[in-house]
């Protein structure tokens, strides 16, 4: 896929998610078959830049091309500089938050908050854009901030004509959050209405629901978030779904078990060991959903400390269940979460 100046290896992308996309797991999902991964967002703050949580937000080393950093806050300004700031520490592609629907964001009017009020959307992204001239920048945005307010479609031409060069589009207003189901009849308008790519986010969890969302709404790819946490490689099943109409089989826990060590180790090398561990704890979590036994092992697990003794954990889990043949991945009912404590 041709997309902002870049050729990507598909048209798949992961959706920035808050302390999740951080640099290990964007590098796991590319390996396993997105084409771009954007960065958990960057705060616009510029007394922010020193903290420690900001430097590592913004290490790219070792990083596959191209780098997307989302950047979040209300003064065209500030975001302007928080651009700069970005661009001359790595950043390839400048990614817009205008799709967060956190109370903490929106409270201080960024975020989905932001498409309350046009006039300023388009002072933010003209300042973006001609802050960092020879480096794109893009949109995340959501249907709109409620039910009865959905202007994705005039927020995506006052984006267009700004110079925003691609837009991503989650199938919610802010209001909804994260409940109901996603809508993607509003993408497919907003699609109709520019000219610029246009992916489509929300609710996106299987290789055929990717199919079909881009089917309905004519989107040029699909942004997928929660469905690739602990399921990194959604990526290639939708990959080769979408070229060849056939899925692939579900990977053995035995495969599971070798993604998750290097993503453990990846996460202790990128955040130091006492980090390491703690932010390992949820990934572990996700990556055992579906599986027998995955209750009491994630108690078990949040009680250890040590990378030695999570690794071990670890490993007697998906040994147990690699040696017992065990289906993974189905996202069925956990039955039989008796089968390790017996």
């Given amino acids: 896929m041709q997309f902002a100046g ?79 700031y970005n661009v001359d520490h790595g950043a390839q592609i400048i990614d817009i938050n205008m799709g967060c629907p956190a109370k903490k964001v929106c409270n201080v009017m960024a975020g ?53 060069r691609a837009l991503a589009i989650h199938g919610r207003t802010r209001s909804d959050q994260y409940q109901g189901a996603a809508e993607y009849d509003t993408i497919a308008a907003v699609k109709a209405r520019v000219g610029i790519p246009v992916i489509a986010n929300g609710d996106i969890d299987t290789p055929q629901k990717a199919k079909s969302v881009l089917a309905h709404t004519g989107a040029d790819g699909v942004m997928i978030g929660r469905a690739a946490q602990g399921r990194p490689w959604i990526f290639r099943e939708i990959e080769h779904y979408l070229a060849t109409g056939t899925t692939l089989p579900p990977p053995t826990a035995a495969e599971i078990h070798g993604i998750l060590r290097r993503h453990l180790a990846d996460l202790y090398a990128f955040y130091g060991e006492e980090t390491g561990v703690k932010i390992a704890r949820k990934h572990i979590s996700w990556y055992t959903k579906g599986l027998g036994g995955a209750a009491q092992f994630r108690a078990r697990m949040n009680q250890l400390s040590d990378v030695d003794e999570q690794f071990a954990a670890a490993d007697e889990f998906f040994l147990y269940h690699a040696a017992n043949d065990s289906p993974c991945h189905a996202r069925a009912a956990e039955e039989t979460e008796g089968a390790l404590a017996a």
């Fill in 6 to 84: 870049f050729t990507l290896r598909n048209n798949l992308f992961v959706a920035p998610m808050a302390g999740v996309t951080d640099r290990p797991f964007r590098q796991l999902c590319k390996s396993l078959g997105a084409g771009l991964a954007v960065s958990e967002m960057v705060t616009s703050n510029s007394l922010l830049y020193g903290s420690a949580k900001t430097r590592r937000r913004a290490d790219h080393q070792g990083e596959a091309d191209p780098i997307s950093v989302q950047i979040a806050g209300a003064d065209p300004r500030l975001m302007a500089d928080a651009a700069k």
């Fill in 112 to 164: 989905s908050a932001l498409m309350q009020d046009q006039p300023l959307v388009a002072k933010i992204l003209a300042a973006v854009v001609s802050a960092v001239p020879g480096t794109p920048v893009t949109l995340k945005l959501r249907t709109g901030w409620n039910r009865d307010n959905r202007n994705a479609a005039a927020i995506a031409g006052i984006a267009e004509s700004c110079g925003i």
